[in-house]
């Protein structure tokens, strides 16, 4: 639901409501592990178009675990175009997962982003979260996934790039 502010005109995109969903995706089983600091795939988008001056959220959650018990490690998250190796979108920064005694605690994940394309052109791709070991114990580390339980990633179309002055450029 659009906020309306004092001096802002109505103009058509405004009056559209954003924001809007423009893709989710979840996955109900185990991503690939990883205990380096390569990047492994957790969740591909279907094929989005990320318009040329608009702003985008994007939102991962979801479950970590990591497979040492009395560790504490952090593990970084990134939004990908295309493959696992492909144009680095944002960087999402990292999240402490933290095993007492247990091993494969589950750990939240809910990471969101505010990202605006002002490429200059429209970006058309699927869109790949990654995750890798950053720093600790490298242990190895599972983005863990149910169908009681899934885990997703979606992108919201939030309208007008102007209307986030501060927010990230997209690549």
Known sequence: MTTWLAGMRATADRLNDYPKPISYTAITANSATTASTTEVAI?????????????????????????????????AFHLRRTSVSGTLLRNLGGIPVINRATANRNNIVDISHVGV?????????????????????TAT?????????????????LGVASDFPSAGPLT
């Open 117 to 137: 394309n002002t490429t200059g052109a429209d970006i058309t791709d699927v869109i790949v979260a990654t995750y890798n070991w950053d720093t600790g114990s």
């Open 43 to 75: 969740i591909t988008s279907g094929n989005v178009t990320l318009k040329n001056g608009r702003a985008y959220l994007f939102e991962i959650r979801g479950l970590i675990q990591q497979a040492s018990a009395s560790v504490t490690d952090i593990v």
């Open 141 to 157: 580390f599972t983005f863990a996934a149910t169908a009681g339980t899934p885990a997703s990633l979606v992108i919201w179309d």
